[in-house]
């Protein structure tokens, strides 16, 4: 047990590396994709990124600025009751992880469903959210519980909220800048304006371009993936750190079986909002994928009862 703090700092050094990596990934693949537009029509570099980045920075912001209100909506989740006995056992437990993080406290919220399961959300730990689903709170057990608390608690300690938000709007930049490339270039197509600067350069003008627009064409695909990759990181790191508020990775390993056996049968909310949930709420992650939002539950269960 001595080793245990060690083990599970080891774990949280290593996913943090591996995310910032990954956000360094995403980064120069929104960059990428605005050099590759301007190759398409010709335009020099700095004009795209003077035109490109604005357009990026304003849809990050706008994703950033009304997403608590999106996810709370979209999880149609409520205030817990501290009338309520379990929700008030909920309550208490994510005071007491506050304490142990050394954060404020949270604001608690229930989402009712049958399915065990829990998020957090918010800007920064000062206005931050933790909700737990009605089953989670009626079918596990105090140590269970706590692990789950201890897991969001973890998240927004680490602000993986703004790291999953932020790239949730890089996603949608890339998104957007490439539909905004496409119909440029149907529109160029109908009117006779194509890019390309005219094909002054010749046929190897014409690859660039062509290599250019089949970059724009999988550049979402890409970042999607990336951002899927970044939350299975952020999940294991949560994992690691939560194992380390609470003392007893046990307690989340027993959780993430009982996650595990209790199926999907009421999944409330959207699928956007899926990877901020401690498993994902419309089908759990039973072996590695790259499409997956969350790891397998066995390799996390195998991590947690590794340290």
């Known amino acids: ?82 009338q309520n006995r379990e929700e008030k056992i909920l309550i208490y437990k994510v005071e007491e992880m ?11 919220y229930v989402q009712d469903s049958k399915d065990i399961n829990a998020f957090a959300t918010g800007h920064k730990p000062q206005d931050s959210i933790i909700c737990a689903t ?19 608690m973890s998240h927004i300690r680490n602000r993986d909220i703004l790291v999953m938000t932020v790239t949730v709007g890089v996603v949608g930049a890339i998104a957007l800048l490439a539909e905004i490339a496409f119909r440029m270039l149907f529109w160029g197509a109908a009117t006779g304006r ?28 890409f970042s999607r993936l990336t951002y899927f990759a970044i939350s299975r990181k952020r999940e294991y790191l949560a994992d690691a750190d939560g194992a380390y508020l609470t003392r007893n990775p ?23 909002v899926a990877p901020l949930y401690i498993a994902n709420p419309f089908k759990r992650a039973l072996k590695d994928s790259i499409w997956s939002t969350h790891p397998p539950i066995d390799e996390r269960i195998r991590r947690l009862r590794s340290m």
């Open 194 to 221: 194509g890019g390309g600067g005219g094909g002054k350069k010749g046929q190897g003008n014409i690859i660039v371009i062509l290599i250019a627009i089949i970059f724009i064409i999988l550049a979402p695909i």
């Open 98 to 108: 506050a304490i142990a993080a050394g954060l404020p406290t949270p604001k608690v």
């Open 250 to 272: 046990e307690g989340l390993a027993r959780a993430l079986e009982k996650i595990k056996s209790n199926q999907p049968k009421d999944p409330k909310g959207s699928k956007t």
């Open 1 to 82: 047990m001595a080793q245990q703090p060690r083990l599970i700092d080891d774990h949280i050094r290593k996913n943090k590396r591996d995310t910032l990596l990954i956000c360094l990934f995403m980064v120069i693949l929104l960059f990428s994709v605005i050099f590759a537009i301007g190759l398409v029509f010709g335009a020099p570099p700095y004009i795209m990124m003077f035109i490109g980045l604005p357009v990026a920075l304003f849809y990050i912001l706008i994703t950033y600025s009304f997403s608590v209100q999106s996810v709370i909506s979209a999880a149609r989740a409520r205030p817990a009751n501290p």
């Open 134 to 152: 009605t089953g989670a709170l009626q079918q596990l057990n105090t140590a269970e519980i706590e692990g789950v608390i201890g897991h969001e």
